[in-house]
């Protein structure tokens, strides 16, 4: 029973462990999903940057045509937004990247948190075997108790019977001897 005890003990022992591990993976979660909603609104505002610079672009592209004599202001316009915009998409790849990495990360953690949480399943069914043991090593030991105090009962009561069986001979065995020696006395007296 001790050492199904030990066992139990240590159960709970990995149990605490698990929790604390699996607190720990929850936090780590949290963190990641903050990230990647940090990240969706950097590619949102990215987006936003991409659209309004198309529109200047194209707000661009509109003017050179209706002031010709502005032209070169205007194709530096458009190189301008041009660079920006491609810096915006550079931006919005890198952005695309992180958020993914962010999800790829997150979906481990997330693998991870479950197994530790089926970890935990077994460890759990493991003490609720454990402690069904002891309850039967209990009830066999207690079992074993009765049947220990039936037989030393039925013991006494034998040892009980055995005495008085004995005296029942030995007062049987003594009138037997009286009988013996008043026939003997009588067969004396009839030689006589």
Do not use: C, F, P
């Amino acid at each position: 029973i001790r050492a199904l005890q030990d066992e139990m003990r240590q159960a709970d022992e990995n149990i605490s462990k698990l929790n604390k591990e699996r607190k720990n993976q929850e936090e780590q979660n949290k963190k990641l999903t903050e990230d990647l909603q940090a990240a969706e609104e950097q590619n949102l505002a990215a987006n936003k940057l991409k659209a309004k610079l198309m529109q200047s672009l194209e707000d661009s592209e509109q003017t050179m045509e209706r002031e010709k004599r502005n032209r070169a202001d205007m194709d530096k316009n458009k190189r301008k937004a041009e660079g920006e915009l491609k810096i915006a998409q550079e931006t919005l790849e890198e952005l695309n990247k992180s958020k993914s990495d962010a999800e790829n990360a997150l979906r481990r953690k997330e693998t991870e948190l479950h197994n530790l949480g089926m970890k935990l399943e077994d460890e759990q069914a493991a003490v609720a075997k454990l402690q069904k043991g002891i309850q039967q090593d209990e009830a066999r030991v207690k079992d074993l108790h009765d049947q220990l105090a039936d037989e030393k009962d039925a013991r006494q009561r034998a040892d009980r019977s055995r005495a008085d069986q004995q005296a029942e001979y030995d007062e049987l065995t003594e009138q037997l001897e009286d009988q013996a020696r008043a026939t003997a006395a009588q067969i004396e007296l009839g030689k006589k």
